[in-house]
C-alpha cells in the first residue's frame, strides 16, 4: 500500500474528529511539535519502528513530542495508533496533517532565508511585502540564515519563490555569459 496513502488517511480522519470536538487548532500545535520533534531527533522514527519497544514506552515518546500539554484527542489518537500498529507513520501523519490544517484555514508557510541576520526593520519590510502579495491569507513565518547567498534574501512562500540575493545574480549572469 503507498505509504502516502496511510497517512493522509489518519491525518483527515483525526482533523475531521478533532473538528467535531473544536479541537483543530490545539492538535495543530500538537502535530507541529511532534513533525519538529521527528525533524530534530531522527532515532524517534527507529524506535516507534522497534518491536522490542513496549507500547508504553512508544506512547510516552509520541505524548513527549508534542510538547508538555497534549489534549485527549490526541492522547486517544495515540491509542489507536498502537492498537492498529500504525505508530510508524507518526511523523508522516503529523505532516499530513499539518498540511490539511493549514490548506482549510488557508496558511501559507513563509521562510526567509538571508546570508545574515536582518534587523527587525529590515524584516518588517520583507513581511510587509509577503502580506500585500498574499492578501487573505495567514502567515506563518520562519528564518533561516544561509552564508552561501552573500546578500540579499529569498523568500519562499509555499511552493512559490522570489530569489533576490547576490548569489543568484551572479548565476544570473553567469548564465548569460554561457549562452551568448
Known amino acids: 500500500m503507498d505509504n502516502g496513502l496511510i497517512p493522509r488517511r489518519y491525518a483527515k480522519a483525526l482533523y475531521k474528529f478533532a473538528a467535531e470536538h473544536g479541537t483543530t487548532d490545539a492538535v495543530y500545535a500538537e502535530m507541529k511539535e ?80 538571508t546570508a545574515a541576520q536582518l534587523p527587525d526593520a529590515e524584516m518588517s519590510k520583507l513581511r510587509g511585502m509577503v502580506e500585500k502579495a498574499f492578501p487573505g491569507r495567514t502567515l506563518e513565518y520562519s528564518t533561516r540564515i544561509d552564508p552561501d547567498l552573500i546578500g540579499g534574501f529569498v523568500v519562499d512562500v509555499d511552493d512559490a519563490r522570489m530569489d533576490a540575493s547576490i548569489s543568484n545574480e551572479i548565476e544570473q549572469l553567469r548564465l548569460n555569459l554561457i549562452t551568448k
Open 34 to 113: 511532534v513533525a519538529d520533534a521527528f525533524a530534530g531527533n531522527p532515532e524517534l522514527q527507529k524506535t516507534l519502528g522497534n518491536p522490542f519497544v513496549s507500547d508504553a514506552d512508544k506512547e510516552a515518546l509520541l505524548k513527549a513530542a508534542a510538547g508538555s500539554k497534549v489534549e485527549n484527542d490526541y492522547l486517544g489518537f495515540i491509542k489507536m495508533l498502537l492498537e492498529m500498529r500504525r505508530e510508524s507513520f507518526m511523523h508522516l501523519i503529523a505532516l499530513a496533517y499539518r498540511d490539511l490544517y493549514r490548506k482549510e484555514n488557508k496558511i501559507s508557510q513563509v521562510t526567509f532565508t
